[in-house]
């Protein structure tokens, strides 16, 4: 499985000695490039992972070269992981990602999710963005109407067919003959335990499409049937259920394993909406990465800005 560094933290959740030793480890990635090691001969991971959820969104209002230019950034400052998905932006996410590592691969480890698929309504969509962003810009009730349509028109399938067909479009946006990580988007239980689901992901690795799989999930209970996945090696969940799972059998399972922890909406509250600020960065990224065996702290952003206020939070 995977060789990183492994976290002996004592406490359950927060425990200064490590976070200590964590922060003297980013503050040499981020001065010398010196990444902490995720697997030999196969790649580096920095502990700051850039969130591209809003990338290409026709609610972002941030210029794509913006977003292109803070990606380019992340990249020079050793910033390598860069996270999105098939259907961020109806696949421009994966398309300004694509753009942005262009003749960078060796710099970047990218991870993008699939399973979620728009409806044929997409395609109008998508043609119709630039007058869309405007009218959702300059209109508050439009904007909210876009948020509210966007559920109707999202469906999930994770049969192993459709996951090949998804996987290939992944390729193909990002420009990218293999894919660092891949992991099921929001997968329910009976997905993670299904074994022909399983078998598929782990014949895109054999095929060299990829070079990891796992899963990004929503519940502690999903966490648990995914680390019961054969060959799963990356495991993405929110804050709330990354400290749930610092302690007990679980924490066990993915340090054996060397499970690559993933932990997002870091500035959001379990079971909060976000807030824009709260918690701030500075204070964020330092507690997300505390938690027991969590190896990224992935942070939207799309802005140098808000990349820089990031970077510095763990310096």
Known sequence: MLDMTENTQKSSFVDDEVLTSKLADTSAAFNSAALQKWKPGEGLMSPLGVGCARAGSIRNFTPVSEIRNMLSMALDHGVNVIDTANI????????????????????????????????????????????????????????????QTRDTVISQDFSPDQLSLDLEGSLQRLGVEVIDGLLLHSPPISVLEDEAVAERLRSFKISGKIRHFGASVDTIAEARSALKVD???????????????????????????????????????HGTRPSIGTPDIAEALPNALAIKNVTTAIIGLSSCKHLQAAIDAIR
Do not use: C, W
């Open 88 to 147: 961020y932006g109806q696949g421009d996410s994966e398309r300004i990602v694509g753009h942005a590592i262009k003749g960078r691969l060796d710099d970047a480890f990218i991870v993008t999710k699939i399973g979620f698929r728009f409806g044929g309504s997409s395609r109008l969509v998508t043609g119709l963005k630039p007058l869309l962003r405007i009218a959702a810009k300059y209109s508050g009730q439009f904007d909210k109407k876009l948020a």
């Open 231 to 269: 060959g799963l090696e990356i495991l993405q969940v929110d804050m709330g259920t990354a400290r749930e799972l610092s302690h007990g059998p679980e924490a066990s399972t993915i340090a054996k394993h060397n499970i690559a922890l993933h932990v997002r909406e870091i500035l959001k509250p």
